[in-house]
């Protein structure tokens, strides 16, 4: 692979990576909005949040085993015409229970998006390349969150928020012609021989690799937490108003970008796994920062916000590290379905603590980072107990 079509490839895989949070973050901003046009309480809405990641996390399940036996590209194909339907559906929901079958569908179509890119990485780069091409992918990614708030706000403004739904269609069309023009389907060898259930037991019996998957897919669970209270933590108890909002959701996204950069460059000089543990150190301190300051004090934006986003821009550090570590360990034959492994047990995670976080709402920002803090705790905990396991580290 020259340089110029490993520069298309970065970018088309950055594009698909895209697609999940665009379907997540660029309707943020019209919670509130689909709340009052549908005449239900907000946290109804919210609670969308949740159904979208345990559908996301069933389409990378099922798409994860599937890729390793039909190919990456005829999974990703699939998942963005079932995605592309279910955002044509959400322009025309009249209900609650409409919103959330579409929902569903832009979830399980981006669930089988999602679980193929670091499949599609490990089938063809090892080792620091495999690493570095991950986080370049992370950080074209880290680019919806930056702009889609804000498209998203602007298009509530401007056209109301089913408009949102007909920009994502047409972003997922746009994305999906390159992808058949310049890309062939790759199925790994010896696919045909591994089941379901047996490569279920292949992923889940390399403690190795399990120690790299815990440190990735548990602290996950924080992010997505992060995304379900989102809207509370800035526009209901700090008073942000949408544009204010996506304007600080957005410079999240940002840090995170540099983040995935500095790594890029790092990881050629220094260990995935070193980088891996410093991004662990951020994740957790930063929490443990805000949980005592908002214990002792009267809760202030300028020192809650900057720690947040120092919180999130640490997955730059873990992203990209944990994944390829992980999935090294693999053959390319289990490669997807181990990819699907991690993920679905982050967003299983994510969905539950986010759901959590949402029921116990008490007006205070008390929920949402004591679930947040739990789930990087016990994410660095399996690591640090499976982690013994690994007596490779000659690639890392």
Known sequence: MNKKERN????LLGALAMIGPFNIDTCLPALGQIAED??????????????????????QLFGGYYSDRL????????????????????VFTQSLEMFYGGRALQAIGGGFVGVSIAAIVRDRFQGKEAASIMSLVMMIAMGAPLVAPTI?????????WPSIFIFIAIYMV??????????????PENASNMTFFKGIKTVYSNKPALAYMSAMAVPSGALYTYLTTAPFVYQEYFGLNASNFALLFGLNGGALIIMNKLNSVLVKTYSPRKLLHIGLGIHISTLAIIL??????????YIVLPLLTAHLSSLGFLSGNATSIALEKYQKNVAGLANSQMRVVGIAIGSLAGAIASSFNNGTLFP????MFTCSTLGILLYVTLKKHDLDRRSI
Do not use: C, D, H, Y
């Open 174 to 187: 746009a994305v999906f012609i390159p992808l058949q023009l310049k890309v062939t389907n790759r199925v």
């Open 71 to 90: 190919g990456r590209k005829w999974i990703v194909s699939a998942g963005l015409i079932i995605a592309t339907i279910g955002s044509v559906f959400l």
């Open 152 to 160: 998203g706000a602007g298009l509530l403004q401007q056209f109301g």
């Open 292 to 301: 005592s300051t908002i214990s002792v004090a009267e809760p202030n934006m």
């Open 368 to 371: 949402p980072f004591i679930v």
């Open 38 to 59: 549908f005449g239900v309480p907000f946290q109804k809405v919210e609670l969308s949040m949740s159904l979208f990641f345990f559908f996301f996390g069933f389409g």
């Open 8 to 11: 298309f490839f970065v970018l």
